[in-house]
């Protein structure tokens, strides 16, 4: 069973910041957070993930809060191709098992 | 550097019959995990292969294996389809099984008659 819970569904303004909550309360000292994104049933595609520092890419900067309970993963200038069904997933250091759960289907509108 | 790929794209069987699906990873990634995504479960992890061994394995009935050969490229095989069988099968690539990120192929899409 997924051990994250996601919202949904979200909706966006174009050119505006993205900004997708997750919980994960039961989250291990050795568990990462991982985010990705799957468009029209293609491949999930790796977004970022982080430990317990915030952390940043050119896709995108995920927030961690200190207790680690909770995450916010920020697409800074949303565009309509970032329409996507977003996971949010709790990955231990040592384990390919990736439970994904329902996700949170992002729109982004004009 | 080319991603993970998958053959075939789609595939159309019918009930009781096998199937066997493809996956080469990204160069120099050695651990291959398999997963399937339907509506109704959503994405579900099957098993995961790491120098031609099975690591883990996830909640499919023995109906479901899969195989790494020594360049690490995987198959993964399901016998006596049945319907519920029809879903988008994904596979992900990493360097190994530790906190390497996993990067998915396109999937090979089944439809069981």
């Known amino acids: 069973d997924a051990k994250t819970t996601q919202p949904p569904s979200m909706d966006c303004a174009e050119g505006r910041a993205a900004n997708l909550p997750c919980n994960h309360s039961?989250?291990?000292?050795?568990?990462?957070v991982y985010w990705y994104r799957q468009i029209h049933s293609q491949g999930p595609q790796y977004i970022i993930h982080g430990l317990k520092n915030n952390e940043t890419n050119e896709m995108a900067s995920l927030i961690i809060t200190e207790d680690r309970k909770s995450s916010t993963l920020i697409l800074p200038h949303a565009t309509l191709r970032d329409t996507a069904v977003y996971y949010c997933i709790v990955r231990a250091y040592n384990n390919n098992d990736m439970r994904f759960g329902a996700g949170t289907r992002l729109t982004v509108k004009p | 550097k080319a991603g993970v790929t998958q053959t075939p794209r789609y595939l159309i069987k019918t009930r009781g019959q096998q199937v066997t699906l493809s996956c080469s990873p990204i160069s120099g990634h050695r651990s291959v995990s398999w997963y399937q995504q339907t509506p109704g479960q959503g994405l579900q992890f099957l098993f995961e292969y790491f120098s031609e061994t099975q690591r883990n394995k996830g909640n499919f009935p023995g109906r479901f294996s899969g195989r790494q050969f020594s360049n690490s490229r995987s198959e993964m095989n399901v016998s006596t389809l049945e319907l519920g069988d029809s879903a988008l099968y994904l596979c992900?690539?990493?360097?190994?099984?530790?906190?390497?990120?996993?990067?998915f192929g396109p999937g090979t899409r089944l439809t069981v008659l």
């Open positions: 992900a690539s990493s360097l190994r099984f530790s906190t390497d990120t996993q990067y």
């Open positions: 039961t989250i291990s000292g050795n568990e990462y």
